[in-house]
């Protein structure tokens, strides 16, 4: 949560690969503490470069927007999932054959992994630069400019009051220009749809995946047993995942009127899916019931990213990102704390489960809401054809969208 506030804020500032750079040098720092580390104050600068790591991604998510046109947004978010889905699918299938087959250690596991991240860090090297930063360093051009030097002679004749100085100075700055936009555009309601899944959702569902394999050991043992299908299980429901990311970029509908319906759908399998892990002793149904769930989480997600992007100018992308994981991980903590955490109420994992999937039942049920809702309203606006006195066909409700909000129009044919 720390680390985030400065990385949304100054990712556009040091046009965004500098950030990438730092992701690569503090992954490279978790496996080289995770292989050389023995004491928990170790482990806990572990745990600190893994929250820049994972903070750090609000770069990425902004990064790729920057370089393509609004019109591809939809098939470059879908692409740039699936990419990374497809990088965790190999390397859990990796890890399940070097277990498996291959007898090999965790800690060659960990020497595997940092020569992965350490190439991953020789590519940042060689990405593109932006060739400017977005919102800083803009020159605001306009025909009622005065130049520096008219500014200062009319200065020196006119001198302001200070504090008058500090809040020109403080509304003409960057951050509160980003301010302003921000509040501008908050209002487009496929934004604040898709945000506000981003925050709850993604709380709900990293939730699961961090204690997921708690789960799994409780209903199937993994000490001493090599029979464990861990790895291949993950492997399996990220490639579910990449797939399902694929599928996303070319599913055309009017994301206007159905998105609380979909998001409603897909919602409510996902609890459904939770209540069956929080019950079932079989951990067969608990590796499919978690495939599954997975992949209807990241089935989303190209669609949230590419609906939140095109709704924004680029300039916005790396705030309104971060501001969502911002928000989406003061939540989860919160719920760890009340859950999870011993401080709070300390349930064991199959009651922990049962709480996730009432959470995502509530979910929803407000999505379910929000459908009928907007479905009602439009289905109210849309009047028949009817005939006038002239005999002349009166269309009604022809739709027209601009700005991603929708506009009535009535004409005559």
């Not at 745990?47 to 098939?75: H, K, N």
């Not at 606006?381 to 002349?392: I, S, V």
Request: net charge positive; hydrophobic share 50%.
């Amino acid at each position: 949560m720390v680390v985030l506030v400065p990385v949304f804020l100054l990712t556009d500032y040091l046009r965004y690969k500098p950030v990438l750079i730092l992701q690569s040098l503090s992954h490279i720092s978790v496996w080289l503490i995770l292989l050389l580390g023995t004491s928990l104050l170790e482990m806990q600068f572990m745990e600190f470069f893994y929250g820049i790591t994972m903070a750090a991604r609000v770069a990425y998510s902004s990064y790729i927007f920057s370089l393509v046109a609004p019109s591809l947004y939809q098939q470059v978010a879908s692409y740039s999932r699936t990419s990374v889905l497809l990088g965790v699918f190999t390397s859990s299938a990796l890890g399940q054959l070097c277990v498996s087959v291959g007898e090999v250690s965790y800690g060659t596991l960990s020497k595997i992994s940092l020569g992965f991240v350490i190439f991953g860090f020789a590519l940042t090297l060689f990405l593109p630069w932006p060739k400017r930063s977005l919102f800083f360093n803009r020159k605001l051009q306009g025909p009622e400019e005065a130049s520096p030097a008219e500014m200062d002679q009319m200065n020196r004749d006119c001198p302001q009051p200070t504090a008058a100085k500090t809040v020109s100075a403080w509304r003409n700055s960057v951050f509160f220009q980003m301010l302003k936009e921000l509040l501008n555009v908050v209002r487009l309601p496929q934004l604040q749809v898709w945000s506000l899944w981003w925050i709850f959702n993604t709380a709900g569902y990293y939730l699961m995946v961090y204690y997921v394999h708690v789960l799994w050991n409780e209903v199937y043992p993994t000490s001493e047993n090599k029979h464990v299908y861990n790895g291949g299980v993950d492997a399996a429901s990220t490639l579910l995942g990449a797939l399902a990311s694929f599928a996303a970029g070319y599913v055309k509908i009017r994301w206007s009127l159905w998105s609380e319906l979909v998001i409603g759908i897909v919602t409510a399998l996902q609890a459904g899916l939770l209540i069956v892990m929080s019950t079932t002793s079989n951990i067969w149904v608990c590796y499919v019931t978690s495939a599954l769930f997975r992949s209807a989480y990241q089935f989303l997600v190209p669609i949230a990213t590419f609906q939140i992007a095109s709704s924004l100018t680029k300039e916005l992308c790396a705030l309104v990102f971060g501001v969502n994981t911002f928000l989406a991980t003061i939540l989860k903590t919160i719920i760890t704390i009340i859950i999870a955490d011993k401080r709070g109420l300390a349930l064991a994992v199959h009651p922990q489960f049962f709480v996730y999937s009432g959470y995502f039942a509530l979910l929803a049920v407000i999505y379910f809401g929000a459908a009928a809702n907007v479905i009602i309203k439009h289905f109210r606006n849309e009047k028949p054809a009817t005939l006038n006195q002239n005999g002349d066909i009166e269309l009604c409700s022809t739709m027209m969208v601009a700005n991603d909000a929708e506009k009535l129009t009535i004409g005559k044919v």
